[in-house]
């Protein structure tokens, strides 16, 4: 279509636009949504809004779980307001007046995205799009043919349209995308053949070598990144992050402006040295412990619901029984009232059968009831199990942060003692070293110097307070949730199945209150 828009009455997307879309486009998916509860644009999939005049994207937020989306041939300027479209698999918005790629970082399922014939000069800013399989770009304003090596990012890319760029007129135009692209089974709307790929490899191997050697080391270095993160995030689970090592330590003194100074007393450093190790060797004590009781806390966990459902299946079991039981019967029963000789055996048929669905009802609600009691036990023996396998853990971490404070208060006490001495030798012109300026500072008096000391000491048991909150926080929200979710999903499923109950009897009603007595013959 045309981008000259000057007598066009440009649109927005709104409600009402999207509600006329929805109508004239109806799908039988749609439809049956329509017919149960209205529009619920939650529950739409695909979209189109097509040669609507839209000249900018706006309120497609509601369509949380769209998978298709078509914009094409408009009058759009900008890709914005798409980031809420996550499910999002196939993209059209092509025929439109964009001049840069943007806004696509959230579609991360993208699997099909066309931008033909659009006003773009640059490949940029699709990193994310790591499920590209198809993607059109042709009859655009991209010049560079170096450009293309961006796509050998895409290791899912299939198909790719250039067709209409100016780059296409580079003589080099076929052989260097195949070369560089190499996973590409069509180029242009055409299959790339052996030849071709053999002629590209041939020409552009020396070209390319170097390039997959970068490729390789730096894919090496992502997943060595990844690797890392998802041990990290393991141990964020154990509540134990950072501590099987000197972080803690090292964090303790990074924070203390006055260590660095006291640092260079004579005979500081070897005291030191002896503190770091035993305080590290706690805290590695208290890593290995944490995994070990993330572990007993999954297990415990994993227990709980293997027998919720083994409680659950058993009652749903009997449930189906009796459904099963009431259906072998209804069929035969609707037909006696339905070829009943007489209204009045008919309406006595009916009040029988009304009766029995009174008494499955009865049952059903009977069965939920003697499974809420019963999950209610369960749920309370579990939340016993939880509390104190989290107090276990609470007492045991206390136990050690209390060494580390005591390793602290040694190292405190000891360094308190050289520092007395070296103020004292000071005083008197004994040192056999010399001290920077800023050091000597302290040394002027006594007060001075254990003012120092003591901030230094008050600073690191800080830190060590902080580490010991985070980590009984980390455990009381833990205990706390996986409780308060286990009761709610309880709540939820009691909710569920008594609708559900309630909707099968009301069917069954309906059903018996729909059938007609064939009038008696005389």
């Known amino acids: 279509m045309s981008h000259l828009y000057e007598n066009i009455e440009p649109n927005v997307i709104d409600d009402e636009l999207v509600q006329k879309v929805l109508e004239e486009e109806r799908t039988e998916d749609i439809e049956k949504i329509v017919r149960r509860e209205g529009f619920n644009f939650k529950e739409v999939k695909e979209l189109q809004l097509s040669f609507r005049n839209i000249l900018q994207i706006a309120n497609l937020w509601q369509f949380e779980n769209l998978t298709k989306l078509q914009l094409d041939n408009n009058i759009i300027e900008k890709i914005e307001a798409l980031e809420s479209l996550v499910h999002l698999v196939w993209l059209d918005l092509s025929f439109n007046n964009i001049e840069v790629i943007e806004g696509l970082d959230t579609l991360v399922k993208l699997q099909d995205l066309s931008l033909y014939s659009n006003r773009i000069s640059k490949i940029e800013n699709m990193d994310t799009l790591q499920e590209l399989q198809i993607f059109s770009i042709g009859k655009n304003n991209l010049t560079t043919l170096e450009d293309v090596v961006y796509f050998r990012r895409f290791k899912h890319l299939r198909t790719l349209n250039l067709a209409g760029n100016p780059l296409c007129d580079d003589e080099r135009y076929m052989l260097y995308v195949v070369a560089y692209v190499p996973n590409l089974v069509y180029l242009d709307f055409k299959l790339v053949r052996d030849s071709t790929r053999e002629e590209a490899v041939l020409q552009y191997q020396y070209h390319i070598e170097p390039l997959e050697q970068e490729e390789a080391e730096v894919l090496a270095q992502l997943e060595d990144k990844q690797a890392k993160q998802k041990q990290l995030e393991y141990h964020k689970t154990a509540f134990v992050e950072y501590l099987n090592g000197s972080f803690l330590f090292d964090s303790m003194f990074a924070e203390d402006t006055e260590a660095a100074k006291l640092a260079c007393l004579p005979g500081v450093d070897d005291l030191l040295q002896a503190y770091r190790e035993e305080f590290v060797s706690v805290c590695e004590s208290l890593f290995n412990y944490g995994l070990k009781e993330h572990e007993n806390r999954e297990a415990e966990v994993s227990h709980f619901h293997e027998y919720l459902n083994e409680v659950l299946t058993a009652n749903q079991q009997e449930g ?74 609470i007492e045991n971490v206390k136990g050690m942060m209390n060494q580390c404070r005591a390793l602290e208060n040694h190292h405190h006490e000891k360094l308190l003692e050289i520092s007395i001495t070296t103020l004292e030798k000071s005083l008197k012109n004994e040192l056999d070293v010399d001290l920077p300026a800023d050091v000597q500072k302290l040394l002027v008096d006594k007060t001075t110097i254990v003012n120092a000391v003591n901030a230094s000491h008050g600073t690191r048991l800080q830190s060590i307070d902080k580490r010991e909150s985070d980590i009984l926080s980390n455990i009381n929200h833990w205990q706390n949730s996986v409780t308060e979710k286990a009761f709610q999903n309880e709540i939820d499923r009691n909710r569920n199945r008594v609708k559900e109950i309630i909707l099968f009897i009301e069917n069954l009603q309906e059903e018996l209150d729909s059938i007609k007595i064939l009038e008696a013959t005389e």
């Open 320 to 393: 189906r029984k009796r459904i099963l039981e009431f259906e072998n019967q209804s069929k035969k029963r609707l037909e006696e009232i339905h070829n009943a000789s007489s209204y009045d055996i008919a309406e006595s048929k009916r009040a029988r059968y009304r009766e029995d669905i009174l008494q499955l009802s009865e049952a059903l609600m009977g069965l939920e009831i003697l499974i809420t009691d019963q999950l209610e036990e369960i749920l309370e023996e579990f939340k016993g199990n939880i509390a104190a396998v989290a107090s276990t853990f």
